[in-house]
Structures are given as structure tokens and as C-alpha cells.
């Protein structure tokens, strides 16, 4: 399968952006994607990038891509302990049949 | 949200037992997964289904089987349960494979000793 990675931890204070990276090594990735999974529920999307767009924003919500790079990054501003959960940077050639998840970054917000 | 449901939620077997999940979504969605998650791999895809009797193998499908005899229902068989099958199993859900939307069910932690 293809290779999606992404740091396993980070903590953020109540208030502030978190930034949440992604690397992908498929060079043929149409969409790029971010799960969120929240404590005993299955996975949410959150949001998507197609690979013709460097960003993407979506209320707190900021996607950045860099092809070149093949690197995915999602900020998340003013950062709630609602949002404290494990984030998943995916990646796909074709749609849902094919894609590829990363490890997940959990992110724990500290009040 | 989709109604995606899983059952059962929990098991715990012992090796080399047959194992069945059982996913059943009310959305009407042509297409269906099983995916496991694991610490250190995300989530990685057994099987799918893109339509009834329609299935396909996914990235670790070896020791697993699945059928979907109806659209609402898209069963995971363990044939013969391994201790490295220890997992919690998602299935999910979409109405077009285009986008990779996808809606997940709430999850099933087998335990297999």
C-alpha cells in the first residue's frame, strides 16, 4: 500500500492552533483527506483537498497542500478541548475504494 | 450521519474459532467496507463491497471472507480466528466512491486468545 505519516502525538493549549502534518508518498494522490475520531466512535470526515488546490478553509479549519513536497497540513484555530481526538490524514488515487490511512495524530488539548 | 451499525461491539474467542461481524447501514449506500486499526498502522482495508455479491480483496484480506447477500448488510468472517486478528474492525459506508467520503460504523474490538 501506499505510505501516509504522521506524528502519533501532539498537546496544545485551550486557545491555541494546533497544526496537525501529513506526508504521502503516492505521487498519483487526487484527494487528500482528514478524519477525526473522537473517544469509542468511528471515524468523521472532517474535510478534503483535491490535489489541484494549495489551500483549503473551512471555518476554524485550514488545509495546506504542497504537492511538491507531498505534504498535507491541517490547522485547526482557537483549538477547543472538543477537539481533542485522533486525527487521520488519508489519501486516494481514485475515491473511496482505495484509500489509504495514516497512523492518526492524537491531539489532546490542556484547559 | 448514516445509520451504520455494528454487532457485535465486542467479543473475545479463542484461536482458531470461526468469528462473524456483522455491519448493517439504512442509508441505502451502494458501496461497503471493512477496514481493522491497529496501533502504528491507522486503518488499513480487508475487504469491500461495491454493489450485492460485488465484493473485492483490500490492502490485508488474507485470513478473512465477506458477503453481501442484501444491500443493507455486509458480513466479515474470521474462518478460522488467529491471535494476530486481535483488532477493532470498522465497517463503513458511501453512497458514491468518487469523493471517499466515507461513514463509519461505531467499531468492534475482538479480542481473540
Known amino acids: 500500500g501506499e505510505d501516509v505519516e504522521q506524528s502519533l502525538f501532539l498537546s496544545v493549549r485551550e486557545g491555541d492552533s494546533s497544526v496537525i502534518n501529513c506526508t504521502y508518498t503516492d505521487s498519483s494522490s487526487t484527494y487528500l483527506y482528514w478524519y477525526k475520531q473522537e473517544p469509542g466512535a468511528g471515524l468523521q470526515l472532517l474535510t478534503y483537498?483535491?490535489?489541484?488546490?494549495d489551500m483549503k478553509q473551512d471555518q476554524r479549519l485550514t488545509v495546506l497542500l504542497n504537492k511538491k513536497d507531498k505534504h498535507l497540513s491541517l490547522r485547526i484555530a482557537d483549538t477547543q478541548t472538543g477537539d481533542s481526538a485522533i486525527y487521520f490524514c488519508a489519501e486516494s488515487e481514485t475515491g473511496a475504494n482505495n484509500l489509504f490511512f495514516g497512523t492518526g495524530t492524537r491531539l489532546t488539548v490542556i484547559p | 450521519d448514516a445509520g451504520i451499525t455494528q454487532s457485535p461491539r465486542h467479543k473475545v474467542t479463542e484461536t482458531g474459532t470461526p468469528v462473524t461481524l456483522r455491519c448493517h447501514q439504512t442509508?441505502?449506500?451502494?458501496?461497503m467496507y471493512w477496514y481493522r486499526q491497529d496501533p502504528g498502522h491507522g486503518l488499513r482495508l480487508i475487504h469491500y463491497s461495491y454493489g450485492v455479491k460485488d465484493t473485492d480483496k483490500g490492502e490485508v484480506s488474507d485470513g478473512y471472507s465477506v458477503s453481501r447477500s442484501k444491500t443493507e448488510d455486509f458480513l466479515l468472517t474470521l474462518e478460522s480466528a488467529t491471535s494476530s486478528q486481535t483488532s477493532v474492525y470498522f465497517c463503513?459506508?458511501?453512497?458514491?466512491?468518487?469523493?471517499?467520503?466515507?461513514?463509519f460504523g461505531e467499531g468492534s474490538r475482538l479480542t481473540v486468545l
Open positions: 483537498i483535491f490535489s489541484n488546490m
Open positions: 463503513a459506508s458511501t453512497g458514491t466512491a468518487n469523493t471517499g467520503e466515507l461513514f
Open positions: 442509508e441505502n449506500h451502494r458501496y
